[in-house]
């Protein structure tokens, strides 16, 4: 393939992307997404040891895509710095939340749900797959209170309540540890609650 055909396909922007251990999760997380992104993380992982940075604009998805990355993002034996843009809604924030470092752009906004869970079964098997959903539920919960350093109840009520946090709240709150703000330079979590 020619430089001009590489260009044009979009190669160029996976490769550039990949030179600087960046992977994107952008759109709605289903298990294809999932799957992908996992896979560029393990590989990030594999071949080096320094930080990668995962970038998020995420309109929610399926729990079991979000518990896929937050299970990858805790294995791996290299920090992954996520930076949130857009917006970030429902499973995503898990997401976020599994990181070990959490930044954002000034203008993403946070929308916090518990996603929709449905499944097919036969009659005898839905109370045991509604339990496992549940339990599902629960592990995605405690991700989110375990990194907010909140209450498994205070984020069920934020689920529940469906809350839109911008920026500045979802530091207050715990969801990422720092804005990113241009010109005036980042802020931090640590600087919000000096009052500096």
Known sequence: MSDHSRLESGDWLEAFLFDRR???????LDDGLATRVATELMTFDATGDDPVTLQVD???GTLTAALTLVDVIEVLGVPVEVL????????GVAVVAAASSRRALSHT???MGD????????AGEVARLAAAQRDLLGRYHQVLAQATKRTVEE?????ARRSVFDVSEA???GIVDEILRGKEGPRSARQSHSGR
């Open 84 to 91: 949130c843009m857009g917006r970030v809604e429902g499973v």
């Open 22 to 28: 960046m992977a994107v999760l952008r759109g709605t």
């Open 155 to 159: 984020i069920e009520r934020w689920c």
């Open 115 to 122: 996603p929709e869970l449905s499944f097919e079964a036969r």
């Open 171 to 173: 530091m207050s709150r």
């Open 58 to 60: 995420c309109s929610g």
């Open 109 to 111: 906004q946070f929308k």
